[in-house]
């Protein structure tokens, strides 16, 4: 399970042996206390009506503390994602940057107590959301045809789209020291123009994207005293905007 949804498992089985350790306790209390946190944890873990279980069982292959590679870091019960054509919400989904997989946590599908999370089929996936409503993410899961060079298929974020559009790609990189696993999250940033993914790493790279409108994309950043390697979604979204409509100025 994901770190920030074992609390609740972990409770499980804490709880009971907590109170078999407290004698006397009666066997009703027990399950009593089973009930109610099987219940509270249901209720976390809202589910769409239909389901949308079609992949293998993800396994865990890091400890629980720690850092870890998931977007976002804790489970939210109103993501969605989009299967085929069809949009299911709310659902409980993580992304795993490091397998670059979509992990869906249905509470149904429990092994007892357990729930055990499943990694979607990813060729099944069209798209997700994931995130609080004030800090949404949209994913796309994009293939690009041979002719783009270095572009590689899966998911990305996708956080501006007009006649460009702005793409980033998370990946994470594992390094393990003395037994002990640690995850940085990289972003990488692309923009996508006229069939072509161009990375961004600072305004050198972007200029050259959008070598079109040079001068006027100088002026902009020059005017906001953007700086493109460190600039946010935000920015780079108005930018892109402010590229889109250029010529109708």
Request: charged content about 25%; aromatic content about 12%.
């Amino acid at each position: 399970m994901i770190k920030t949804c074992r609390w609740y498992l972990v409770m499980f089985f804490l709880v009971p042996g907590f109170l078999r350790a407290q004698e006397p306790v009666p066997d009703s209390l027990t399950r009593l206390q089973h009930n109610f946190l099987r219940h509270f944890y249901d209720s976390t873990l809202q589910i769409s009506n239909e389901d949308i279980l079609n992949g293998d069982e993800y396994e865990l292959y890091y400890p629980v503390t720690g850092s870890n590679p998931m977007l976002p870091h804790k489970c939210y019960p109103n993501g969605s994602v989009t299967i085929e054509g069809k949009t299911h919400t709310p659902v409980v989904i993580q992304y795993d940057t490091y397998l670059d997989q979509l992990i869906y946590f249905d509470s149904r599908h429990r092994i007892g107590p357990m729930v055990v999370p499943v990694m979607l089929n990813k060729y099944m996936v069209d798209a997700f959301e994931i995130g609080m409503p004030d800090n949404r993410m949209k994913f796309r899961n994009l293939t690009f045809p041979d002719s783009v060079s270095n572009a590689e298929s899966g998911f990305y974020e996708t956080v501006y789209e007009g006649k460009t559009r702005y793409l980033i790609r998370y990946k994470s990189i594992l390094a393990v020291t003395e037994g002990e696993y640690s995850f940085k999250i990289h972003a990488h940033r692309y923009i996508e123009k006229n069939h072509n993914l161009f990375k961004i790493r600072g305004k050198k790279s972007l200029i050259k994207a959008l070598s079109d409108r040079k001068a006027d994309l100088r002026k902009y950043i020059r005017q906001k005293k953007l700086h493109v390697r460190t600039a946010g979604k935000n920015d780079m979204r108005r930018l892109l905007i402010f590229y889109d409509h250029a010529e109708d100025q």
